[in-house]
């Protein structure tokens, strides 16, 4: 596609539910990161995939969240037993390789919210 | 703790005139930086990336880095209401992995 895409865009949920949020990367990009973004703050990282596999994994918070990648393409981050302090934009960005120079495009993001 | 530092603002110009929005950095081994515009509600957007020292020029923006005082900046010249956003710096880890992002500065341009 033209750009990364994110569903859904809003999700609402209540606490200790299961949500899965999906990213499309741009066609081609091999690099996917996950981020989130609470108000009055910069994005924060969670997860990078290189191809299928989760090359770096150290930002996830904890074992409640966790993201896949199966054939290199769309990904999928999954949280379990959600909690209020989950709430936050939850930004998918790809990028054509790996490396420092390499420039990341962001998706519109999906804001959840956990009542 | 590699971090990347902003004056959250806001930072107001007039229309017509230079913005000046600056960044620090902790971690001397980053060699990639990267200034995104967020507008309100939306996602980040890049505009410009420099990996050398120096000035890099792309229309109204210019980045500027200085790896010696582990300083960004970014100057906006003939400032418009359409650049009042907020400014987040990124560095790249030195894996290449993650960025990582300052606060942001927001900027308003009035008319």
């Known amino acids: 596609g033209a750009g990364v895409s994110q569903t859904p865009s809003n999700k609402v949920t209540e606490k200790g539910k299961y949500v899965e949020l999906r990213c499309d990367p741009i066609?081609?990009?091999?690099?996917l990161y996950w981020y989130r973004q609470s108000l009055g703050q910069g994005p924060e990282f969670l997860i990078y995939?290189?191809?299928?596999?989760?090359?770096?994994d150290s930002g996830l918070p904890n074992d409640r969240f966790f993201a896949v990648r199966p054939e290199g393409s769309v990904s999928t981050l999954k949280i379990q037993r959600t909690e209020r302090g989950d709430s936050a934009v939850y930004l998918c960005?790809?990028?054509?390789?790996?490396?420092?120079?390499?420039?990341?495009?962001f998706g519109q993001g999906t804001r959840l919210t956990v009542v | 703790q590699k971090e990347v530092e902003q004056n959250s603002g806001p930072l107001s110009v007039p229309e017509g005139a230079i913005a000046s929005l600056n960044c620090t950095y902790s971690?001397?081994?980053?060699?990639?930086f990267f200034w995104y515009r967020q507008y309100s509600g939306k996602s980040p957007e890049l505009i410009m990336s420099?990996?050398?020292?120096g000035d890099k020029e792309d229309g109204r923006f210019t980045a500027q880095l200085n790896k010696a005082s582990q300083y960004v900046s970014l100057l906006i010249r003939d400032s418009q209401p359409s650049d009042s956003a907020t400014y987040l710096c990124?560095?790249?880890?030195?894996?290449?992995?993650?960025?990582?992002f300052g606060k942001g500065t927001t900027l308003s341009v009035s008319s």
């Open positions: 960005a790809s990028s054509l390789g790996r490396g420092q120079n390499t420039e990341a495009f």
């Open positions: 066609s081609g990009h091999t690099a």
């Open positions: 995939f290189q191809g299928t596999g989760a090359a770096d």
């Open positions: 971690d001397r081994g980053s060699q990639s």
């Open positions: 420099i990996y050398s020292n």
């Open positions: 990124a560095m790249a880890n030195q894996a290449g992995t993650a960025l990582i």
